[in-house]
């Protein structure tokens, strides 16, 4: 008997050894090949994050830009880094223009890296704050965002300052017709800061937070993550502990160095599931194990037993103490019975029950089972045994056997206690993970091989409004959009096929984005995380899928798609999707033979109604002009918003050429007809045209934005209101413009100007009483240039403010040397341009250089045109009395070719009006040109002013103005402009002679 027990035990133990040891192996297969997996999936999800992460702030560099852009390329822009025009800053740059473009700095410097203006901003407390430190640090002239070769490009993109992080935008500033030169840099900002950070994990879903790399109070983390990060490596993913994981990425500034390390955190979601997955195995095998173990090791016994059973019948009187001996220490409790009266129980009873092993204690207790006439085999029985002690019995077996010589029952009873515990947490489990799944916000489903709904959680309520019992037993993909359920079920197809084939994984899961029906008809984003169902055999039985609702976050999906590609004021198409339309009919018609046209479209004068009626109402506007352009064209056809007030149209398939574009232009001009209404006001605009014929006029799409653009200026040029189609006379003219354009700036740094000087003579009076300084310009190469050749282009691009300042100091030092010479009761009169009249510091200009030259006020006359002076009737105001109170003379010139109001002109402090040449001209032939001069001169005598007639060139002219009143003038009839050593003879002579013989007369 030892040695049988001692051959049962090691067997049993060797059959725990190999159920434990292949259980090992399992396990450590499962961590080699599913493991990784899962870790895999983990970092891939990591690396979405952060890939959005890039993708927003990138968004967010893109609107910077845009916005620095729009405002680099105003014309107001351009003039006040020259002449810092305070109603620019009043208008523009104000507390409200930070709000709106949400920016936190705003710079605008010359092309030296000079600050013109600049200020900080806090957009919580919506105040004004200094400039942060350290950024001035960046403007030197020879650094990267300013010095001469990087001037005309744009930059944008991190900065490190002494306190805080700036994503910037830099863009030079140049015209709005995009042309030069570049008169130094818009700089648009926002801080680059946590609650910036916090913002951008708002909008992207994804919890982010960021640190500087200079910062003294890194964790050990960052420090260590950053000795592995670099420009060409910029990410890095690590694992935290087994529940998290981080990933970093690093940010560079403009200058390529470190800057910011954005750090995101996420949970081992997939590596937490791989690990529960294996422990579930795990514990199945584990008590598979124990239940072959025991189930063999019973066998054994059995076989045992049976070779004892053997050895009694051989040896009779050594049976029954044998088999109380082998039965005595046995795990299972050994009834013997006959008729219902127990014959032997083995010590097993106490061990399970706590019942003395004794006949009449088992007959007690196993009364139920000897009540029953035959005991049928498996059955379970509860007993009741000392104290609290209660068992669940599990009858294996009733054989008949030989005891006392007399056939008996023997039945065979195991402790099943523990397996039924076991079941019974088991059972809970189940009921647990069944709680989790009907109360989970996201649907849980399950479908068989045939794609019937065999379970649906109810969330499928809340997220589609239908109970789960509609869908139960009928098809998952009437759940779907007809075009997301062909897409799911082929997808299902795919995975089947390729699990036939065994190229999938057991537990192989896929993701797809699905259209779902709701209840009320309307469809929602959902994303579906499907795995396949298999029985034990490892064969599919069906489909497991968990749905969440993610539309919410396509709607943010296709925002984000929509500004990268839409004008978000208007929702016309931008800059970048018109490029790309452009591009690809390009393309289509090298393939065909027909015409493409775009359409250039500036509105005129539509700076007037932003600084008259404000910002929002030119928005209004903007979005009113973009609907009515989209009414005139075809469904075919793109209109696109630019920047600013610029439009831009693309006509495809012109088959009439030139005339189909001709005929879109006049329908958008008639269009612009009709009054815009805005809250009751009525608002006009009219549009100038571009347009330009591909591929006749080019076939890239720059070449024919450029020549559209140049179209719509010649339209501008020629009145406004109207179209131009391109030519090549518009290239020549612009080449021309830019060489005249060139030699006039260096004309100014040369000093290649000259003055000459035109008497004005008082017939009364029989003397010269003032001269006209005139500039000339003669060019070293090209010879003498009229000034009405250059001094348009010199206001245009503000040269006239410097070469008007020339004009004046050496027309007033000339004047004070021909003072010196005796001529002291002469004066000069010098012409201002209406942009050196508008500049803040004109009176204080004029003061010094009198006082620089010596010149007595009284002895200087400014012209101002008639058009200047009404331009802005309140500063001329004040601007003629400063100057009359300090002694200098007005004149207003060409007096009758403009509007101004007599309200004002009375109260202009004016000495002298000058009769336009106009009227002059036909004098002696035009009755009406006769009767306005007369006006002019009555107008003049009763306001007290002194009357000049220009450009007399006949001997009939001056009688005639003579016998009208007028005695005082100018004119070749006198005297041509005159250099300034001849000028001086003609004085002289004068002086001695009468006027007639001076002139000619």
């Known amino acids: 008997m030892p040695d049988r027990r001692s051959q049962h035990l090691r067997i049993t133990l060797f059959i725990a050894l190999a159920v434990f040891s292949l259980v090992a192996a399992v396990q450590a297969l499962l961590r080699l090949w599913v493991l990784p997996e899962y870790v895999e999936r983990d970092n891939a999800a990591m690396l979405r994050n952060l890939a959005r992460a890039h993708d927003a702030l990138a968004i967010s560099r893109r609107e910077l830009v845009s916005c620095a852009a729009d405002w680099a390329q105003w014309d107001d822009s351009y003039a006040f880094v020259a002449h810092r025009h305070a109603h620019y800053v009043e208008a523009n740059l104000v507390d409200s223009t930070f709000i709106n473009l949400r920016l936190n700095v705003l710079l605008i410097v010359d092309t030296e890296g000079r600050i013109v203006w600049g200020r900080g901003f806090d957009l919580t407390t919506n105040t004004m704050t200094p400039l942060p430190k350290g950024i001035e640090d960046h403007l030197a002239p020879d650094g990267l965002l300013m010095r001469p070769d990087q001037r005309e490009k744009r930059f944008h993109g991190l900065l490190l300052l002494d306190e805080r992080t700036l994503l910037f935008a830099k863009v030079p500033i140049t015209r709005s017709s995009g042309e030069g030169p570049v008169r130094g840099a818009m700089i648009f900002g926002r801080y680059f800061d946590q609650p910036a950070v916090r913002a951008l994990s708002s909008t992207i879903h994804v919890p982010l937070f960021s640190v500087r790399t200079d910062s003294r109070t890194l964790s050990p983390e960052i420090q260590s993550t950053l000795h592995r990060l670099s420009p060409e490596s910029p990410t890095d993913i ?30 081992r979601s ?15 095998l584990l008590g598979m194990g124990v239940i072959i173990t025991a189930i063999l090791s019973w066998m054994v016994g059995l076989v045992q037993r049976g070779q004892a ?11 029954e103490r044998r088999f109380r001996e082998l039965v005595s220490n046995l795990p299972d409790i050994i009834l013997v019975h006959r008729d219902g009266r127990c014959l032997f129980v083995n010590d097993a009873l106490t061990r399970v029950l706590g019942v003395a092993a004794n006949v009449e204690a088992a007959q007690e207790v196993f009364a139920p089972l000897f009540e029953e006439e035959q005991v049928h085999t498996p059955a379970t029985l509860t007993l009741q045994g000392e104290g609290d002690c209660e068992a669940t019995l599990l009858v ?14 023997l039945t065979v009873l195991s402790d099943i206690s523990e397996l039924r515990h076991a079941q019974e947490e088991l059972s809970a489990s189940e009921a647990q993970y069944r709680l989790l799944a009907e109360n989970a916000s996201d649907v849980i489903w399950t479908t068989d091989i045939e794609g019937q709904c065999t379970y649906i959680s109810p969330s499928v309520s809340v997220v589609l409004g239908h109970g789960p019992e509609v869908w139960i037993g009928g098809p998952m993909a009437s759940l779907l959009t007809a075009h997301s359920a062909e897409i799911t079920l082929q997808s299902v197809r795919e995975v089947v096929a390729a699990d036939a084939r065994g190229e999938c994984a057991p537990s192989y899961t896929w993701m797809l984005e699905q259209e779902a029906v709701c209840a009320d008809g309307t469809t929602r984003w959902v994303e579906s995380r499907m795995t396949l169902l298999r029985d034990h055999a490892g064969a599919m039985r069906g489909v497991l899928g968990v749905s969440r609702d993610i539309t919410e976050r396509k709607s943010a999906e296709e925002r984000l798609n929509f500004l990268a590609y839409y004008d ?14 452009l591009n690809s009919e390009l393309a289509h018609l090298s393939r065909r033979d027909t015409r493409a046209a775009v359409i250039f479209l500036d509105l005129d004068r539509f700076k007037e109604v932003n600084d008259t009626l404000g910002h929002s109402t030119g928005d209004r506007l903007l979005r009113e002009v973009a609907k009515r352009l989209q009414s005139c064209v075809r469904e075919s056809d793109t209109v696109a918003r630019m920047s600013g007030d610029e439009f831009v149209l693309l006509v495809p398939d012109l088959t009439e050429g030139r005339a189909g574009a001709e005929a879109t232009a006049h329908r958008i001009m008639d269009a612009f007809t009709s009054p815009f209404v805005l809250e009751g006001q009525e608002i006009f605009v009219t549009p100038s045209l571009g347009i330009t014929i591909a591929p006749d006029d080019g076939m890239t799409a720059d070449q024919l934005m450029r020549n559209a653009d140049m179209a719509m200026y010649r339209a501008k040029d020629m009145g406004r209101h109207t179209f131009q189609f391109f030519s090549n006379d518009l290239i020549n003219a612009l080449s021309e413009r830019r060489t005249l354009e060139h030699h006039l700036r260096k004309a100014v740094e040369q000093n290649e100007f000259t003055l000459h000087y035109q008497p004005q003579v008082d017939l009364f009076d029989n003397k010269v009483f003032a001269v006209e300084a005139l500039i000339r310009w003669v060019h070293p190469e090209f010879g003498t240039i009229p000034p009405g050749k250059f001094i348009p282009l010199a206001e245009e691009t503000g040269l006239i403010e410097s070469i008007g300042e020339w004009v004046l100091r050496t027309a007033c030092a000339q004047m004070r040397a021909w003072r010196d010479e005796g001529y002291a009761e002469l004066r000069v009169a010098v012409n201002i341009s209406p942009r050196q009249f508008e500049q803040p510091d004109f009176t204080a200009s004029v003061k010094r250089i009198l006082l620089e030259t010596g010149l007595p006020p009284q002895c200087l006359e400014l012209e101002i045109t008639e058009s200047t002076a009404m331009k802005d009737p309140d500063h001329s105001l004040a601007v003629m009395q400063e100057l009359r109170a300090h002694g200098v003379r007005i004149a207003i010139d060409d007096f009758g070719t403009g ?3 007599f ?21 002696l032939d035009d009755k009406n040109d006769a009767e306005i001069v007369q006006a002019i001169i009555v107008l003049g005598r009763a306001l007290g002013m002194s009357l000049v007639a220009e450009c007399v060139e006949t001997q009939g002219q001056a009688e005639a103005l003579s016998a009208k009143g007028c005695v005082k003038f100018q004119g070749n009839l006198f005297s041509h402009p005159l250099p300034p050593e001849e000028c001086v003879l003609a004085l002289a002579q004068c002086g001695t002679a ?5 002139s000619g007369v």
């Not at 690590?238 to 949970?267: C, F, H, Q």
């Open 309 to 319: 059973a053997l050895q009694r019948r051989e040896v009779r009187t050594q049976y």
């Open 238 to 267: 690590w694992m935290r502990d087994e529940v998290s994981m981080v990933g970093t990425t690093l940010l560079t500034d403009v200058y390529g160095k470190p800057a910011v390390i954005l750090t995101t955190g996420n949970p």
């Open 994 to 998: 009468s006027l007639e013989a001076a």
């Open 899 to 901: 509007h101004c109001s």
């Open 568 to 581: 978000e004021l208007t929702n016309l198409p931008n800059r970048f999707l018109f490029n790309d339309r």
């Open 903 to 923: 309200g004002y002109l009375k109260q202009y402090p004016v000495h002298t009006l000058k009769i336009d040449r106009s009227f002059i001209r036909d004098i």
């Open 270 to 284: 997939f590596y937490q599931r791989g690990e529960s997955t294996i422990s579930i195995v795990l514990l199945v």
């Open 396 to 409: 294996h077996a009733t054989t008949t056997v030989l005891f006392g010589d007399e056939p008996a029952s």
